[in-house]
């Protein structure tokens, strides 16, 4: 009988799952004490729901055959890391380079701006410092900087829909 952790043998059941298209990973398992199992899988180019539903399915199928949980009695939901969830891999930071991020620091002080470059101990973001030019009216003109932000220092990362 293996003696590992019902979380761990999902894990790796959904990575097994995943190893047949590299280009899908997981992002995030979360198991509650009512055995209601969430997955949060990704893309290098997103998900399609068709792959979100696929990955369901042959995960439920795994988990009922593994004996987990003898009664059946676990419900599970596979999606993307959606927009309301904050950034947690290397790979999510790499794969939304050039959008617009919020960055909360463990200091709790907020950064906004595009997500300029991503390297393995931080990141760079390009923020639009703009300040009105003289008079009232006018238009402000747009100062664009680069800051480094190590990730050890973030707390968490968001996407944010510019319209």
């Known amino acids: 009988m293996n003696n590992e952790p019902p979380a761990e043998r999902i894990k790796q059941m959904i990575e097994d799952l995943l190893a047949a298209d590299p280009a899908y990973f997981l992002v995030e398992l979360r ?38 949980f003898p009664a059946g009695d676990f419900s599970l939901e596979v999606s993307s890391a959606g927009l309301d969830e904050p950034l ?18 463990l200091d709790g ?24 030019s003289a008079g009232k009216a006018a238009p402000k003109k747009k100062e664009l900087s680069y800051h480094t932000y190590l990730f050890n220092n973030i707390k968490s990362t968001k996407i944010q829909v510019v319209f």
């Open 109 to 132: 002080s907020r950064k906004e701006g595009k997500l300029a470059e991503v390297n393995e101990s931080a990141i760079v973001l390009e923020e639009d410092s703009g300040r009105p």
């Open 88 to 105: 947690k891999l290397f790979r999510q930071y790499r794969k939304n380079t050039g959008r617009h991020v919020e960055v909360v620091l």
């Open 31 to 68: 198991v509650k004490p009512v055995n209601d199992l969430k997955v949060f899988v990704d893309g290098d180019q997103g998900i399609t729901i068709e792959k979100a539903v696929q990955v369901n399915r042959a995960l439920y199928k795994k988990i009922e055959e593994s004996g987990l």
